[in-house]
């Protein structure tokens, strides 16, 4: 746990820096004792202690019984056991072999221990198990990557019960309009539900994080639209590129231009169909913007179903995104 440094300003002369080190190793030694383990910060580690926001969390996962829970993160085990009262099994992925062990402490010789697996190592190089429902205190490094990797999970799991930074759990809710939509936004909403469930705040954590934290409730779409999702992606990444600006114009760059050019030929040389001659890139894009009425439109305020609309239009076209 961090040293924390309290000034005080008087006109008191100053203890000698004998008695001023053996107070700091008195303090420490205490706050040791009282705390456990030292959290790293480098890994994300700022353990939920407040047991009302920890039942909260579980509570809105509606768990059964039945139900085998993956926990990402689990640390000193705050979360563990409440939600062990409520289903079958845990597996917990913990990256810290020291949290892991005051974990297994804290479930040994308990009717708990048979049901809880700690599974120790990098969430995003560990090959997940079956589970019905992900519950987890994310480490905010691993945000984005974590929920991706869950998304592309099977079989596809129930729900999931997430705990992110306030920023980045607002995008993943943000609607078209919303000053935080972006491509996160979309690209999330499609393959799942979002919803925003509890703020949290930075008092709630040990040590707190610097920034306010909030849940959100995940459900998987099942069964999960059938889009190619690196297509879509590629069709994204020019559209928020410049969010605000028409559809049009974020498509006229040359960079954009020379990589669908690229793609086309590419598809046209593997499907025996013929290429255009003179070949106008610009032209064509611009036809197809406008034949579906989005020339004009920015994707700030566009929804799921103009996305998917667009997309559709260019590759029935030839015209792909990777």
């Known amino acids: 746990m961090p040293k924390v440094v309290t000034k005080k300003f008087s006109q008191r002369p100053e203890k000698k820096k004998?008695?001023?080190?053996?107070?700091?190793?008195?303090?420490?030694?205490?706050?040791?004792?009282?705390?456990?383990?030292?959290?790293?910060?480098?890994?994300?580690?700022?353990?939920?202690?407040?047991?009302?926001?920890?039942?909260?969390?579980?509570?809105?996962?509606?768990?059964?019984?039945?139900d085998t829970v993956l926990e990402i993160g689990p640390g000193t085990g705050n979360l563990t056991v409440k939600i062990l009262e409520k289903c079958k099994k845990v597996v917990a992925v913990e990256m810290d072999p020291r949290l892991a062990a005051e974990l297994t402490k804290r479930v040994h010789g308990t009717p708990d221990q048979r049901r809880l697996e700690i599974m120790i190592g990098d969430f995003m190089k560990t090959t997940l198990p079956y589970f019905d429902v992900c519950i987890s205190n994310t480490p905010y490094q691993i945000s984005s990557v974590l929920v991706f990797k869950l998304l592309e999970h099977r079989p596809v799991f129930r729900t999931s019960v997430l705990m992110f930074q306030r920023e980045f759990a607002l995008r993943l809710v943000a609607k078209?309009?919303?000053?935080?939509?972006?491509?996160?936004?979309?690209?999330?909403?499609?393959?799942?539900?979002?919803?925003?469930?509890?703020?949290?705040?930075?008092?709630?954590?040990?040590?707190?994080?610097?920034?306010?934290?909030?849940?959100?409730?995940?459900?998987?779409?099942?069964?999960?639209?059938?889009?190619?999702?690196?297509?879509?992606?590629?069709?994204?990444?020019?559209?928020?590129?410049?969010?605000n600006k028409t559809v049009s114009a974020n498509f006229k760059t040359d960079t954009v231009m020379e990589m669908l050019e690229?793609?086309?030929?590419?598809?046209?040389?593997?499907?025996?169909?013929?290429?255009?001659?003179?070949?106008?890139?610009?032209?064509?894009?611009?036809?197809?913007?406008?034949?579906?009425?989005?020339?004009?439109?920015?994707?700030?305020?566009?929804?799921?179903?103009?996305?998917?609309?667009?997309l559709a239009a260019f590759n029935e076209e030839g015209i792909h995104f990777c």
């Open 262 to 310: 690229n793609n086309y030929k590419t598809y046209c040389a593997t499907n025996d169909r013929m290429i255009e001659d003179p070949l106008d890139m610009k032209k064509k894009v611009q036809g197809i913007l406008e034949t579906v009425g989005m020339a004009e439109e920015r994707a700030a305020k566009m929804d799921q179903d103009d996305f998917l609309r667009l």
């Open 176 to 243: 078209p309009g919303d000053s935080l939509y972006c491509r996160l936004s979309v690209n999330v909403q499609l393959f799942a539900k979002v919803e925003h469930i509890m703020k949290v705040g930075k008092n709630n954590f040990r040590p707190p994080p610097q920034v306010e934290s909030s849940v959100v409730r995940m459900e998987p779409r099942n069964p999960p639209p059938p889009v190619d999702f690196k297509e879509w992606d590629g069709l994204m990444r020019i559209l928020f590129v410049r969010k």
């Open 18 to 66: 004998e008695d001023k080190a053996a107070t700091s190793a008195s303090a420490a030694s205490a706050a040791s004792r009282a705390f456990g383990p030292l959290f790293n910060k480098d890994l994300g580690q700022h353990i939920l202690k407040n047991p009302l926001v920890a039942q909260g969390i579980v509570d809105k996962a509606f768990l059964k019984p039945t």
